[in-house]
């Protein structure tokens, strides 16, 4: 295939009288496609359906302690539950605090109690002028979400293969005190599907920050969500290499089951020094008598041990894997070559990244749905909804069906040409 | 029996050489006995379980209009669970928000948002230099905490047989526009089981505060535990008396199922007008992605309809009845006509409240703990764990069995009696 950059006006005129035909044939099917979110599948949730049988009528309520799950008691999580996160989320299990159903929920409160009491003993964000978090780019709209809730400025830092610009975020929090904060999915992240090599990793926990209540928010969504088993990205114990630099309370690590279980009715844990923790777990004192320790027992029973989640995640894999391979097999097929777009190759998480040319992200997304599929919204992935370059859209792949998934894929790649060409036209 | 007060000297040193010798023995007795909170007994959570079969690998797991609970989606509960919270609080679904496990983490929250955020456009309350909360005395110490941890200022209101000193209300939310809220537990209040009266509840909604901010925070905590069949106290629904006052915003109530199912893995619900349940709509979809719908579904399944939890708390009532009467009995008989005590009757909720003389509060709770019973710390029932009359004690006969409250509130008797003789003596 020419690149479509190489092609003539009349070419591309052809071209798009061509795409624009096929465009209308696809909007005649009455598609009705979602790809906006990293949801499960329904095979995927059906497959733990077990989790149901796991404590019935008869079931034994206490925890390996004695603690009755069933009343009122134990702030932090049941041990078990603890050791069990701890694995999943590579720290140990003294590190870790288990919370309720969904790790954002820990974040935007770790965030909320920096607004109004500071991080160990420092002035609370809401008292000063201005707070700034690093965002690297793209990334995950709910953090941002967070940010701008709070009025907490966003600045954007490049994404690499090996995770985000180091260079930039050394001298970024190394001159300015008012910069409290980086967000990280450090492993198949959030859309790109990177993860932090451990140079990148060491460098984050040997960063030097102008301000003492400057936290790393090191959301490990995808901790155990490979998508091959020879493929497998793993990264640093953030934790143990802040210890080592001499920064332990410099990072928070948020993790869940939501995509392990079930979507919103996991477990969520969140691991850091222990300072960082007493000073959680003050203020959890004040919030709440405790979590669902139901629900904590009920995944301890279910897996038992770290080996019995790994194997239920390559369960996961085997059904989520023909979905991706899908989407890049069109990708490839469909847009190689054409220098009209660039999409990452991801070994687990949620996610591809697909960049188009500069300026044509709304477009795809919005001709996408206007023929029925509905992807997250472009600029989603940056700061404030602005993709500088309006050209990174998120595909999720997980919730569709593989057929679904290769008519949307069809469909994607069709609105990108048809898009691509248009643009093409514009500035000839 | 003759008052204690009209003892002489001499009567009264060989009253404390005889209790001394009791309380020696009482000790002897190696007791552990815990009245400190109000839990539910493992009878009462014994027959819930049933609940863990409610829902097995077989269950159709989507609601009523078709959503699967198992993944992502719906932010504010799932549509039946909303009805069964609003019988429950006695408002319409409509009014309802169904959250987490936890109705005190939503009053936190809802605190915490108007210190960031304020109150629907109000100045955040972070940004003023004072905030104040009023506060019927005795209340409950968990509302207390969330206001110190916020440093915000606690105004003593004393409570009566109908609910708090509406006069001393009225006045002061009028005149003061640094007062942004009070806290009620309008039914079976915490700790002396008092139920506001309709007089009291009208005026509530017909209050004309100072601040545009100003809210009601309306802890329904025991609106279905009642325990009696023939004597329930039953409360106006604040919502409807708000509005019809032209104050429809000026009420949150908070509830759960927590000491209806299991304490801590229930579901617990907002209910308040459609303006203030749009801006916690709003900073919900920040904080969280939903809470667990499959606890919601659970709930739903297991009662069916209102008329099954009312049979259900009919039968907590059976198991906690015996112990409430069993203190009653024991406080009746021994400290009768003594003039050194004074305690509440309730028809329904957690507690009984005791009002010991001046000054003898903590001696009380000290002496029972020396013997091997924790209570309610003294104090506890009042803002900043202050009680300026050192005199109530909350007893909580919930968890022990009728055996354990009957050996329990023996001792207390005792307790009571001996640091009153005490205190008598020095002022002789």
Same mark, same amino acid.
């Given at each position: 295939?020419?690149?479509?950059?190489?092609?003539?006006?009349?070419?591309?005129?052809?071209?798009?009288?061509?795409?624009?035909?096929?465009?209308?044939?696809?909007?005649?099917? $009455?598609?009705?496609?979602?790809?906006?979110?990293?949801?499960?599948?329904?095979?995927?949730?059906?497959?733990?359906?077990?989790?149901?049988?796991?404590?019935?009528?008869?079931?034994?309520?206490?925890?390996?302690?004695?603690?009755?799950?069933?009343?009122?008691?134990?702030?932090?999580?049941?041990?078990?539950?603890?050791?069990?996160?701890?694995?999943i989320m590579g720290v140990?299990?003294?590190?870790?605090?288990?919370?309720?159903?969904?790790?954002?929920?820990?974040?935007?409160?770790?965030?909320?109690?920096?607004?109004?009491?500071?991080?160990?003993?420092?002035?609370?964000?809401?008292?000063?002028?201005?707070?700034?978090f690093l965002c690297p780019v793209p990334g995950y709209?709910?953090h941002?979400?967070?940010? /701008?809730?709070?009025?907490?400025?966003?600045?954007n830092v490049p994404m690499t293969p090996n995770g985000p610009d180091m260079d930039m975020v050394e001298?970024l929090v190394?001159?300015? /005190?008012?910069?409290?904060g980086i967000w990280c999915v450090p492993k198949y992240s959030n859309p790109q599907g990177y993860s932090y090599s451990d140079e990148t990793v060491k460098r984050f926990a040997a960063l030097?920050?102008?301000?003492?209540?400057?936290r790393i928010y090191w959301d490990n969504a995808y901790a155990v969500h490979h998508?091959?088993?020879?493929r497998q990205d793993e990264i640093l114990d953030i934790l143990t290499e802040c210890e080592k630099a001499?920064n332990?309370?410099m990072v928070y690590i948020f993790g869940?089951?939501?995509?392990?279980?079930?979507?919103?009715?996991?477990?969520?844990?969140?691991a850091?020094?222990?300072?960082?923790?007493?000073?959680?777990?003050?203020?959890?004192?004040?919030?709440?008598?405790?979590?669902?320790?139901?629900?904590?027992?009920?995944?301890?029973?279910?897996?038992?041990?770290?080996?019995?989640?790994?194997?239920?995640?390559?369960?996961?894999?085997?059904?989520?894997?023909?979905?991706?391979?899908?989407?890049?097999?069109?990708?490839?097929?469909?847009?190689?070559?054409?220098?009209? $777009?660039?999409?990452t190759r991801p070994n687990g998480g949620y996610f591809?990244s697909?960049?188009?040319?500069?300026?044509?992200?709304?477009?795809?997304?919005?001709?996408?749905?206007?023929?029925?599929?509905?992807?997250?919204?472009?600029?989603?992935t940056?700061?404030? $909804?602005?993709?500088?370059?309006?050209?990174?859209?998120?595909?999720?792949?997980?919730?569709?069906?593989?057929?679904?998934?290769?008519?949307?894929? /069809?469909?994607?790649?069709?609105?990108?040409?048809?898009?691509?060409?248009?643009?093409?036209?514009?500035?000839?």
């Open positions: 295939m020419k690149a479509y950059q190489e092609l003539s006006k009349e070419e591309l005129l052809s071209l798009q009288a061509q795409l624009a035909a096929a465009y209308e044939d696809a909007k005649g099917k $009455g598609l009705k496609l979602d790809m906006s979110r990293g949801k499960p599948s329904i095979a995927q949730l059906n497959m733990a359906m077990d989790f149901m049988d796991v404590i019935n009528s008869e079931s034994d309520m206490r925890t390996e302690d004695g603690v009755d799950v069933r009343n009122y008691g134990v702030l932090d999580g049941i041990p078990e539950s603890k050791r069990l996160m701890a694995d140990n299990a003294d590190n870790v605090i288990v919370c309720g159903n969904a790790s954002l929920t820990i974040m935007f409160d770790t965030v909320a109690r920096s607004m109004t009491h500071g991080v160990l003993g420092s002035t609370p964000w809401c008292k000063l002028d201005r707070v700034k709209d709910r941002f979400s967070i940010m /701008e809730y709070f009025g907490i400025e966003m600045i001298r190394a001159q300015d /005190e008012s910069i409290k030097k920050p102008a301000a003492a209540d400057f998508l091959y088993d020879d001499g332990a309370d869940s089951t939501s995509k392990v279980t079930f979507a919103g009715a996991g477990i969520a844990a969140v850091s020094s222990k300072a960082n923790l007493d000073a959680i777990r003050k203020s959890m004192t004040i919030q709440t008598i405790g979590y669902d320790k139901i629900n904590q027992l009920c995944h301890v029973r279910y897996f038992k041990n770290f080996e019995a989640v790994k194997a239920h995640m390559r369960k996961h894999a085997e059904i989520m894997r023909p979905k991706f391979e899908t989407v890049l097999r069109i990708l490839d097929n469909e847009l190689g070559g054409l220098g009209i $777009g660039q999409w591809i697909f960049d188009a040319m500069e300026g044509c992200a709304k477009a795809i997304v919005s001709k996408c749905k206007e023929a029925g599929m509905v992807l997250t919204g472009a600029g989603a940056y700061p404030y $909804g602005k993709d500088p370059k309006d050209s990174n859209i998120r595909i999720a792949p997980t919730f569709p069906t593989t057929e679904e998934m290769e008519m949307a894929t /069809e469909l994607f790649v069709l609105c990108v040409k048809l898009v691509s060409v248009e643009k093409l036209l514009e500035e000839k």
